[in-house]
C-alpha cells in the first residue's frame, strides 16, 4: 500500500470542490491499481445463470446463495424447466437463499420475460449491443435493478460497468466523485461516465477491499490511506 497523503503533481495544484471529477476519477483509479493490483473481475458464469444467481444472492451471504444455485440447478437442469415448474417446488429448491417464495417468484417471472422477448430463455443478444441499451434492456426486466444489470454485464459479458455495492457507493460519496445526495441506483449512471472504462474491471474488486479494510463504513482509517490527499471527507476532516 502506498504511502498516505502521497501527492499527484496534476492533482496537488487543484484544490477542493475545484477539482476536475474526472481527474480525480482517473488518478484514483491509478492509485488503486497501484496499491491493490490487477484483481480483474473474472467469475464468467454464463448470462442467465449469473442473474439467477444475482437474484438468489439479495439479502444472504455468497455461501447461501451458492448453495441454493447449486441446488435449484441439480433439481432443474434447465431454465426451462424452472420455468414450467410450480413456484412451491422452485421455491423449496432455493429455501437456503432466505426469502425463498419471493425469490421464486422472481426467478420465475424474470425468466417468463426473458423468454417472452427473445423467444428463448437466452441473453446473448446483450453481449454486442451498445451498453447503456443493454443496461436499459435487463433493468426493464421486474426486480432488475441497476446493480444486478452492472453485474450481468460485467462478470458475463466482460463489458466495463461497474456495480455500485455498498461499499463502492460510500467510497466515491466520500472521495467526492459523486455528491453526497445521489442515491445508489443513479450513482451507477454518474459513475459510468466518470469512470475511464478500463478502469472499471480493476475497480470492482478492488473497492470493495479498500472499503473492507481501509474506508470502512465506521472509523475510516484516513491516517493510512493512499487516496487521503483527494478525498473531500478527509479534507473536511483535517
Ligand atoms: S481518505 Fe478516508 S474517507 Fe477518503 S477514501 Fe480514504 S479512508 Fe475513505
Given at each position: ?7 499527484c503533481p ?11 471529477p474526472?481527474?480525480k476519477?482517473?488518478e ?20 442467465v445463470d449469473?442473474l439467477?444467481?444475482t437474484i438468489?444472492s439479495?439479502n ?5 446463495s ?6 435449484l440447478?441439480s433439481?432443474?437442469p434447465?431454465?426451462e424447466?424452472?420455468l414450467v415448474?410450480p ?8 429455501r ?10 422472481r ?5 417468463a ?11 446473448s443478444?446483450l453481449e454486442?449491443?451498445?451498453i ?6 435487463l433493468?426493464?426486466l ?8 452492472a453485474i450481468?454485464l460485467l462478470?458475463s ?6 456495480p ?5 457507493w ?12 445521489v442515491?445508489r441506483?443513479?450513482?451507477?449512471s ?14 470492482n474488486?478492488?473497492?470493495v ?5 481501509v ?8 491516517d493510512v490511506c493512499?487516496?487521503s490527499?483527494?478525498?473531500?471527507y478527509?479534507?473536511?476532516m483535517?
Open positions: 500500500m502506498g504511502r498516505p497523503g502521497r501527492q496534476r492533482l496537488s495544484r487543484l484544490s477542493g470542490a475545484a477539482r476536475d474526472r481527474a476519477a482517473e484514483v483509479c491509478r492509485r488503486i491499481r497501484e496499491n491493490y493490483g490487477d484483481a480483474i473481475a473474472s467469475r464468467r458464469l454464463p448470462p449469473e439467477v444467481l438468489l439479495q444472504t451471504n455468497d455461501i447461501n451458492g448453495r441454493a444455485f447449486e441446488s440447478k433439481k432443474f434447465t431454465w424447466d424452472v415448474a413456484e412451491s417446488e422452485v421455491a423449496q429448491a432455493i437456503v437463499s432466505g426469502a425463498y417464495h419471493v425469490k421464486a417468484k426467478i420465475k417471472s424474470t425468466l420475460e426473458i423468454q417472452k422477448r427473445v423467444d428463448r430463455i437466452d441473453l443478444l454486442h449491443m451498445p447503456n441499451e443493454a443496461k436499459e434492456w433493468s426493464s421486474h426486480g432488475v435493478g441497476p446493480k444486478t444489470a450481468v462478470f459479458f466482460h463489458r466495463p460497468v461497474l455500485v455495492d455498498t461499499h463502492v460510500r467510497i466515491s460519496r466520500r472521495l467526492g466523485l459523486i455528491g453526497d445526495h442515491s441506483e443513479k450513482a451507477h454518474v459513475l459510468q461516465d466518470l469512470l475511464p472504462p478500463s478502469c472499471v474491471f480493476h475497480l474488486h478492488n473497492l477491499r479498500h472499503g473492507r479494510s474506508c470502512r463504513s465506521q472509523r475510516p482509517r484516513c493512499f487516496l490527499d483527494l478525498c473531500d478527509a479534507e473536511q483535517s
